[in-house]
Nanobody, 114 residues
């Protein structure tokens, strides 16, 4: 069983940075392809970045060059480093499996002011 808890969100100004953390329980975490998603009210959940169990990554076009996803399997943790933040990055950010959903947290709010 895998459970996920996100943290690290907050309020930042245009151009600022945040690092999101997703802490996972469960011994199979290291085998799971993971992803960060974001959602704003009234819109569908959007895939932001993904990382395979082996560390290969891919990103939404809107965040390429600004966001970096990484993982530490020894700590059962996935990170999302977000730089050069824009107001359009404002959303609730969630982590979960890339190809299936696990029991997750409440997400973490990221708000970027202009």
């Amino acid at each position: 069983q895998v459970q996920l808890v996100e943290s690290g969100g907050g309020l930042v100004q245009l151009g600022g940075s945040l690092r999101l953390t997703c802490a996972a329980s469960g011994s199979i975490f290291r085998l799971i392809d993971m992803a960060w998603y974001r959602q704003v009210p009234g819109k569908q959940r959007e895939l932001v970045a993904a990382i395979t169990s082996g560390g290969s990554t891919n990103y939404a076009d809107s965040v390429k060059g600004r966001f970096t996803i990484s993982r530490d399997n020894a700590k059962n943790t996935v990170y999302l480093q977000m730089n050069s933040l824009k107001p359009e990055d404002t959303a609730v950010y969630y982590c979960n499996g890339r190809y299936r959903d696990y029991a997750g947290g409440q997400g973490t709010q990221v708000t970027v002011s202009s």
